[in-house]
């Protein structure tokens, strides 16, 4: 399937990110059609578009809104997860600073739909851009009355604020980000059912709905045209409805975001970014680090859809797509992994902060040639330990992609801790390696 | 393991005591963190954004002293605005930092497109290691975690830009240019992500 451009249409014209240009484009008309329809429709319209969580995880959105109470007694909170982190994505970016009117209108949608009093959207602190892009949005959306109070005359009020993190990848994970946003270092809490979801004890324990930066931009489509249109794209999967943001880099001729309905195939994809760049193609990582990597072969059989990709050995994750050459060492690769997941654990649960660090110690010691026989072994024992059993998703997130290499690439490994180098002696493979690699070659 | 940065504890200096607590924000910075406290229910939600209107007022970095300040301003304990502030690493705590900070991402796409030759460069041209800052206290060079602009690989951070796809000479070109410049970068990014979180109707109140 080529390219579908929903969210993306107009991301290349600047015009857009104004509010006179977006309403040129029927912006704000999701809204204005939402505000004459009662609260219910409005969820009942998302359930049949199919729409599931794009931040990674791939829960049904409406549930979420549907669970707020609808009998209100405390304050609702409309949350938008803009603290995007994850190794290979850049889709929010692009959403944030090329369509934020699209951002603000979903969000005020999901605020209708959930009698929401007040919205918070919470940006990582590196992307000032996209901060500096929604703030002006906001300040344009309160002129022309879709923000603040009486909005298009419904009498009902609604503030958005944006919220900046200060470096932490921890906190794009929602309940760690729900505590940053309330002041505090960005650690992950207990999760139902062994606590009450957002929706019911979020935000200042009142009831909160958490979506993504792209979960958000969907909504004004499907309140536009209907979910039932919605859910004609990607029907040829078994249950991912829409477009989905690919944000392609590594080693491609052209890196950039591409937006796909749900059963295009992952070499379609990679033939949109300009296909491979300085070599064949050795393996994938098709939805951000987290996820575990395909080789070849298994990214050939790869279609896109969140089912579909957990059959063919991966997941769609937040849709950071990374494509390695053949130039590429995967256990340096796995190590820097693996070392990203160490500096951004958190540190409150055990088995995370210290099974990361092994991970990399290991990792390590193979690289300089002192790697054991029995580490294949040790190092699938600490992922086993790792999985499952932490607060959050961090920790599954560290312990998959290694598990997945010495799943897929157990011959690189061998070589490694056998030879005492890299497999890949190529210029170009060298070319990428740290510094302390290079001394040894 | 030498490549997981630990704080630098021993180094920071003591606490001050609350009665030794000198305020110090200027008077726009005092009617911004009043603004802000008006987004959220209660004062400790506004740890962050304080924490940032902070680090621009004590010129990029937070001394005990600006540590102090917040948890006056937000009537928080000085531990807890501290163990906050620590586990972010966009504040620098307890230690001063360059003019400007140049944080270069090795992480996975960055890594693939040779982001491990450009921080070799850097430290060579800049004769620092990472953490450190140049004798005439102009540049810190530090190593970042993915900036999530990975089609622009490999990639810098320096204040509030991205710079990227950099090559050698790209690099050459940018060292000048911020010798050039007249204000810190780091400064400059405290105050726009201060102003991102004011809305037009708070900064013409701030203005007054």
């Given at each position: 399937m080529p390219e579908r451009r929903l969210l993306l249409e107009h991301s290349g014209d600047p015009e857009y990110r104004t509010i006179e240009g977006y309403e040129k484009t029927g912006g704000y008309q999701g809204l204005r059609k939402a505000v004459t329809m009662d609260r219910q429709a409005v969820i009942d319209e998302i359930k049949k578009s199919g729409l599931r969580g794009r931040g990674g995880a791939g829960f049904p959105t409406w549930i979420k809104w549907n669970g707020i109470e609808k009998e209100k007694t405390k304050p609702h909170y409309i949350l938008c997860n803009a603290d995007e982190g994850e190794p290979g994505t850049f889709k929010d970016k692009e959403l944030m600073e090329n369509c934020p009117h699209l951002v603000i209108e979903g969000m005020i949608i999901a605020g209708w739909a959930t009698q929401g009093d007040k919205g918070y959207i919470y940006i990582r602190g590196e992307f000032v851009d996209c901060a500096r892009s929604i703030k002006r949005a906001i300040d344009e959306a309160y002129a022309k009355g879709y923000l603040g109070k009486n909005i298009l005359g419904t009498g009902w009020d609604f503030d958005i604020y944006v919220h900046l993190g200060a470096g932490s990848y921890e906190c794009g994970e929602e309940s760690a980000l729900m505590s940053s946003l309330m002041g505090e270092r960005g650690m992950p809490r207990l999760k139902f059912p062994h606590a009450p979801l957002p929706t019911v004890a979020g935000l200042w324990d009142c009831p909160t709905v958490i979506n993504n930066v792209e979960t958000y931009a969907c909504a004004p489509f499907i309140i536009q045209n209907g979910g039932e249109w919605y859910a004609t794209l990607?029907?040829?999967?078994?249950?991912?409805?829409?477009?989905?943001?690919?944000?392609?880099?590594?080693?491609?001729n052209r890196p950039g975001n591409y937006e796909v309905e749900f059963g295009t195939t992952l070499m379609e994809l990679l033939e949109m970014a300009g296909g491979m760049k300085g070599g064949e193609l050795k393996a994938c990582v098709p939805g951000g680090s987290s996820v575990p990597i395909l080789n070849r072969e298994m990214t050939e059989k790869a279609v896109i859809g969140y089912e579909e990709m957990v059959e063919a050995g991966s997941m769609v994750g937040s849709g950071g797509c990374m494509f390695l050459n053949e130039h590429t060492c995967i256990v340096t690769f796995i190590w820097r992994t693996a070392l990203f997941y160490a500096r951004e654990s958190c540190g409150k649960c055990t088995p995370c902060r210290e099974g990361t660090t092994w991970m990399v110690q290991i990792l390590e010691r193979i690289r300089e040639g002192a790697g054991k026989p029995d580490d294949i072994e040790l190092l699938r024992d600490i992922t086993k330990m790792i999985d499952g059993r932490s607060f959050c998703g961090l920790g599954d997130a560290a312990a998959w992609p290694v598990a997945a290499a010495l799943r897929v690439f157990p011959e690189e490994f061998e070589y490694y801790i056998g030879h005492g180098r890299s497999i890949v002696q190529s210029p170009e493979g060298l070319a990428m390696m740290p510094e302390s690699d290079l001394a040894r070659v | 393991m030498d490549t997981i940065p630990v704080s630098n504890l021993k180094d920071r200096p003591r606490p001050p005591k609350p009665e030794e607590v000198e305020l110090r924000f200027s008077e726009r910075a005092v009617k911004e963190l009043e603004q802000?406290?008006?987004?959220?229910?209660?004062?400790?939600?506004?740890?962050?954004?304080?924490?940032?209107?902070?680090?621009?007022?004590?010129?990029?970095?937070?001394?005990?002293?600006?540590?102090?300040?917040?948890?006056?301003?937000?009537?928080?304990?000085?531990?807890?605005?501290?163990?906050?502030?620590?586990?972010?690493?966009?504040?620098?705590?307890?230690?001063?930092?360059?003019?400007?900070?140049?944080?270069?991402?090795?992480?996975?796409?960055?890594?693939?497109?040779?982001?491990?030759?450009?921080?070799?460069?850097?430290?060579?041209?800049?004769?620092?290691?990472?953490?450190?800052?140049?004798?005439?206290?102009?540049?810190?060079?530090?190593?970042?975690?993915?900036?999530?602009?990975?089609?622009?690989?490999?990639?810098?951070?320096?204040?509030?830009?991205?710079?990227?796809?950099?090559?050698?000479?790209?690099?050459?070109?940018?060292?000048?240019?911020?010798?050039?410049?007249?204000?810190?970068?780091?400064?400059?990014?405290?105050?726009?992500?201060?102003?991102?979180?004011?809305?037009?109707?708070?900064?013409?109140?701030?203005?007054?």
């Open positions: 990607g029907a040829s999967t078994k249950n991912s409805r829409g477009t989905k943001i690919f944000s392609v880099s590594g080693h491609v | 802000l406290l008006t987004h959220y229910p209660d004062k400790k939600s506004a740890m962050l954004p304080a924490l940032w209107i902070a680090q621009r007022e004590y010129g990029g970095w937070l001394p005990p002293e600006a540590i102090a300040e917040v948890a006056v301003r937000l009537q928080r304990s000085y531990a807890e605005v501290e163990g906050v502030a620590t586990f972010y690493t966009m504040y620098h705590v307890g230690h001063p930092i360059g003019r400007h900070l140049i944080e270069v991402c090795t992480c996975l796409s960055c890594y693939l497109c040779g982001a491990y030759r450009i921080a070799d460069y850097l430290k060579e041209k800049l004769g620092v290691d990472w953490g450190e800052t140049t004798p005439d206290g102009m540049f810190t060079l530090e190593e970042v975690e993915c900036l999530d602009a990975c089609d622009r690989a490999p990639l810098l951070q320096v204040g509030d830009q991205y710079i990227g796809p950099v090559t050698r000479e790209d690099v050459d070109a940018l060292i000048e240019r911020l010798r050039a410049e007249e204000s810190p970068t780091t400064i400059r990014l405290a105050d726009e992500i201060v102003q991102a979180q004011l809305h037009a109707s708070d900064q013409e109140k701030v203005r007054g």
